[in-house]
């Protein structure tokens, strides 16, 4: 008899689950499921054909692929799941019949979710976890500006909060931030750890406000919260232990006490306050540093390849960068966000403080007279001191991302700042004039012309200007050579050259030598006469044409497997350089704009002088 295939009972068909029919098969609500899936990194997949792997339905649902579900079968959470769910019956029905004792038993025995075996089974090594820690600490550092809430309990918020400390602290006993930048979203952070990068946010601190249900799920979050408080506490006893310090830390101010609880700007003073002071070691000799020294002098010992010199002067630019604030003591203001700084600051050696009367935390005084900086955020200050520097709070920012002290000249009180680049953008198709200034790739006239801010027509007219005395001196000077050689001219005897000329003058014979030769050899020698070059110009349609062709071709030998990627490769750089355009045109718009303001500016200051 022969077996009969009978239709979605394999390929697609068979291989994808519904979300609906995956909770039918695992026994557990939507929730449970959710939270499940969030654990165990099992997320929804996008079939190749919807309609074979609905099984001829044609509404969007979310599918899982089977092979997910039978492994979510053997999770041991499953069954604590379960009997979450047999216990909150329980409790509910103790709770109606009025018996507290019995309800309060219960609560004790509430099982609890163990996540330690998930996190080495999604991390098998140390650097897997490194790799993570982005989305990590951007959570983490979420969830430790919240406070109390129904669904995200004191407990989670006071652990992000001591973890993200604990994080900090390493970052700075390592030295290992490389890149800072200031958005709307927050603060971005770039550190290298363990040979990763690793990019967080912190948001910027503003009293918190209730969300609707519809617009943020906190029971989704707080899911994802639970596992990586778990991840986070590995992660933080490694990298202590890798650089010799204690783990977990003692802080010699309570990061939460009863105060802070209380009041969320206690929370804060004391947070900043832990940043500001040095933790115990179990050994005070610096390992880290031994190493980068005997890398350099493996490095000297092979200068010629041009390899090898960029390695060296890479390493140098990194010692250098790591030691920036070492020597300098920096004084901030109470109206400056103090967190940012302090963290930035420590981490390249510098040392900090505040007003002690204000916050609690500080190391020194602002009357310290061997205070090189003061980090000022208001128009005008009324007591200064000429030992110190008055900067605004980007000139941190930009000295890390440049990598070098920058001059104070344009970040003093009251001053218009620069432009804060972003130091994330260095595949970016479009450069700001500003970044190519300061890298060294910018155009130096088209810097000094706007500075200077001159119009476009006075640029032409200056140069019209230009080309008219250059015309007229060459018209000049021809006439008076014309002038001074007028008897050899009418003669026909050549004119006297110089340097280089003279020793082809005497090699050559005399023209009345050249009486006898023929017509033929006359000509042969007018050939090899050097004659002034033309400039060739290329015709850009020409050009575009080919270009358009090259490509053809190209896409033409692609394998018919790699196809799709090529097409989105090439979608992704025509998008990159459309936006690049809209930049451009965007930024030619605005220096437009000023310099017309400021050709107007001008003539109306010389309108007022001449009246």
Known sequence: MVKRNHKYQSGEGAQYLTRKAAMRKLQLSMQDFRRLCILKGIYPREPKHRA???????????????????FLLHEPIVWTLRDRKIFNRRIAQARAKGNNLLKNVRMANYPEIKLDHIIKERFPTFIDAIKELDDCMTLLF???????????TRD???????????????????????KVFVSIKGY??????????????????????????????????????DFFTVMAGFVNYRLYNSINMVYPPQFSISVDSDESRASEETFVSERIAALNMDLQRTDSTGVEEDVEDIDLQLLDNDKDSDQIR????????????KNLFKGLKFFINREVPREPLVFIIRCFGGRVSWDRNLFVGATFDESDETITHQIVDRPSLNKQYISRDYVQPQWIFDSVNQRKLLPTNKYFIGAVLPPHLSPFNNDAVYVPPEEAALQGDG???????????????????????????????DYALDKAFREENAEELDSGKP???????????????????????????????????????QIYKENPKEQKQLTKQEEALRARMVKSRHKKLYRKLVDKQKMATKEANLLREKRQQIDKKQRQEQTAKRKAQRKEILA
Do not use: C
Request: no cysteine; charged share 40%; glycine share 4%.
């Open 52 to 70: 074979v792997a609905q099984r001829g339905s044609t509404d969007i649902k979310i599918l899982y692929h089977k092979k997910d579900i039978t």
């Open 142 to 152: 979420l969830f430790s500006t919240f406070p109390a809430m129904k669904v995200v």
């Open 156 to 178: 989670v918020t006071s652990l992000a909060r001591r973890l993200t400390i604990e994080f900090m602290h390493y970052v700075i006993a390592a030295k290992a931030l490389r």
């Open 188 to 225: 971005y952070f770039q550190a290298e750890i363990k040979g990763e990068l690793i990019t967080w946010i912190v948001p910027h601190y503003y009293p918190f406000q209730p969300q609707r249900k519809e617009y943020v799920d906190f029971k989704i979050m707080k899911s994802f919260a």
């Open 310 to 321: 960029k390695l060296r002067e890479d390493a140098l630019s990194m010692n250098k960068l």
């Open 443 to 473: 155009n130096e006239f088209e810097r000094n012309r706007r500075e200077e801010g001159v119009s476009d027509d006075e640029e032409d007219d200056l140069g019209m200007e230009e080309a008219r005395k250059q015309v007229q001196l």
């Open 495 to 533: 004119t006297e050259q110089k340097d280089d000329d003279e020793d082809d003058d005497d090699d050559e014979e005399p023209e009345e030598k050249d009486e006898g030769k023929t017509d033929k050899q006359k000509e042969k020698k007018r050939k090899m006469a050097v004659v002034s070059g």
